[in-house]
């Protein structure tokens, strides 16, 4: 009796949880017993035909090839030729006097017409195939011009079907936030965040912890600022879903991950490490614990300067805070200069400004279209170009929607300067980590001379004094010019609204 191996196939492993393997293998079965043949083998492979490689199968060719067996069977031919790579595999075998049989088609491949029958129906199942793979892209094309996203959600996002967006999810979003956030401080490397990751409860789709690939990864992804870029192809479209980091944060995080920024993974991060320099010979004060005190020392050996506590350096902070005397009288008459001015300003930026930015970036997207029609550039550099564009576009568009806010908030005036009225009171109770930050947002000129601490209230730290004094009647850098002019822009900038978002989350970890 014939010994021939049963192959029997399907394309995903949810198509075989049914009755198709089954159904193949019952017919194989039926064709062996009616034709006096022994299945001494099943291959039964849960992949697609459309690729090569398929392990199954390249096993089962090289176990034919070894005459393990006399013949194989399969249900029909489209079973393992939809591929004409594989399909010249069993060709070979033919040719070699090895026995090929379909249980439902009748083909005599001993025979010339049988193999063309044969050859014909193996190009017309590739030809499927190919068009099927066709339609598939041109589906997933217009999802992605639509803005959608129509694969797996990445980590931090929720599917909800075909033909909607993405949206955060609750657990995950705010820890993806983080991750961001963290690594763009510039005070951890990927693998030093990955622990601090895994204590806060991030994990990966299947809920197991996120691998250092897969935070590599995430950081890596412009979907998170609202960009959708496809790897293979390196395209990018404008999503639809909701952002979780602003594309500041991705642009800041990118320059690090490209060695453009100062990335270092941190053991020991001391409260006030990388602030101060020895005002004598301009070397980094280096903190280092001993006998369960936190020292900053001058690593220059000639040098007079030597250690200082971290004590000192606090106390020296704290008063340094404290020289802007802030009243309520004081924030009241502010409030009404400085609500006037920024609307003036937001009202000039939010006409001219950032619509003619949007405008020119549209042209230039026009531009880089005409340019990859004539072929002037490649596919390669129109979508790294496109990339750059929706980035700075979504930049604006942050930009643009601050502008509304702080026009429709009147209350952001108010809260900024109470934010430097109670500065030293939320310096005197923040955790180490933020005082390192207040620290080097609201300080500057920060450095050690022997044992004495120097340091001065930051730049726009400075022209609140000066406006508090021009209030009072006191000389100050304010003469001869308004209020409003001393403190132009201060509410708006970068540093004050880190402060205002760490005062946020201070009273958001209070609240709890």
Same mark, same amino acid.
């Given at each position: ?321 404290? =020289?802007?005397? /802030? %009243? *309520?009288?004081? #924030? !009241?008459? +502010?409030?009404? &200069? ?26 230039? =997207?026009?531009? /880089? %279209? *005409?340019?990859? #029609? !004539?072929? +002037?550039?490649? &596919? ?26 702080? =026009? ?105």
């Amino acid at each position: 009796m014939k010994s021939c191996f049963g192959y029997i196939r399907v394309s995903t492993v949810k198509q075989g949880d049914g009755v198709s393997l089954e159904a193949q293998k019952e017919a194989i079965q039926v064709f062996a017993s009616r034709n006096g043949i022994t299945i001494t083998q099943w291959f039964e492979e849960k992949e697609t035909a459309a690729k090569r490689g398929r392990p199954i199968f390249n096993r089962m060719i090289l176990s034919l090839r070894r005459r393990q067996a006399d013949g194989l069977i399969v249900h029909k031919i489209d079973r393992f030729a939809r591929n004409l790579i594989d399909y010249g595999k069993i060709s070979e075998l033919m040719d070699l006097g090895i026995d090929v049989y379909t249980a439902i088609e009748s083909l005599d491949f001993q025979t010339r017409g049988g193999r063309l029958a044969a050859d014909v129906q193996a190009v017309v199942a590739a030809d499927f195939i190919r068009n099927q793979r066709q339609e598939t892209i041109k589906g997933l094309s217009g999802r992605l011009n639509q803005g959608l996203y129509p694969f797996k959600a990445p980590v931090g996002y929720l599917d909800n079907g075909g033909g909607k967006p993405k949206t955060p999810d609750p657990e995950r979003a705010p820890l993806v936030r983080v991750a961001f956030e963290l690594y763009g401080s510039g005070q951890y490397s990927q693998r030093g965040l990955l622990p601090e990751l895994h204590k806060r409860g991030l994990t990966n789709r299947d809920g197991r912890p996120l691998s250092l690939s897969g935070l590599e990864t995430m950081l890596a992804n412009p979907f998170y600022c609202g960009i959708i870029k496809i790897k293979r192809t390196g395209q990018v479209y404008q999503g639809r879903h909701e952002p979780l980091i602003p594309a500041s944060l991705f642009d800041r995080v990118k320059d690090i991950k490209d060695n453009k920024a100062v990335k270092k993974m941190t053991v020991h991060n001391h409260t006030y490490r990388r602030l101060f320099r020895c005002q004598l010979c301009d070397d980094a004060m280096v903190p280092e614990r001993q006998k369960g005190h936190v020292y900053y020392r001058c690593q220059t050996r000639e040098c007079p300067t030597k250690t200082v506590r971290e004590e000192a350096i606090e106390t020296a902070i704290l008063a340094c805070l404290c =020289r802007i005397h /802030l %009243t *309520d009288d004081h #924030i !009241d008459q +502010l409030v009404t &200069q400085l609500d006037a001015w920024i609307s003036d300003r937001n009202e000039v930026e939010g006409a001219d400004a950032l619509p003619l930015q949007l405008a020119a970036i549209e042209s230039k =997207r026009e531009r /880089l %279209t *005409d340019a990859l #029609i !004539d072929r +002037l550039i490649s &596919q390669e550099t129109f979508h790294q170009r496109c990339e750059v564009l929706l980035l700075e576009e979504a930049g604006l568009n942050e930009k643009q929607a601050r502008i509304e806010a702080q =026009r429709t908030d009147p209350e952001q005036t108010r809260k900024f300067l109470e934010l430097v009225k109670n500065l030293a009171f939320t310096y005197l109770f923040a955790a180490p980590q933020q005082k390192q930050q207040i620290a080097r947002i609201a300080t500057s000129n920060r450095s050690v001379i022997g044992k004495n601490v120097c340091i001065e209230p930051s730049i726009w730290l400075r022209e609140v004094g000066h406006a508090v004094a021009a209030l009072n009647g006191a000389p100050s850098a304010c003469a001869g010019r308004t209020l409003t002019d001393a403190l132009s822009g201060v509410a708006k900038k970068p540093e004050v609204l880190e402060l205002l978002k760490l005062q946020d989350s201070q009273s958001r970890q209070h609240y709890r």
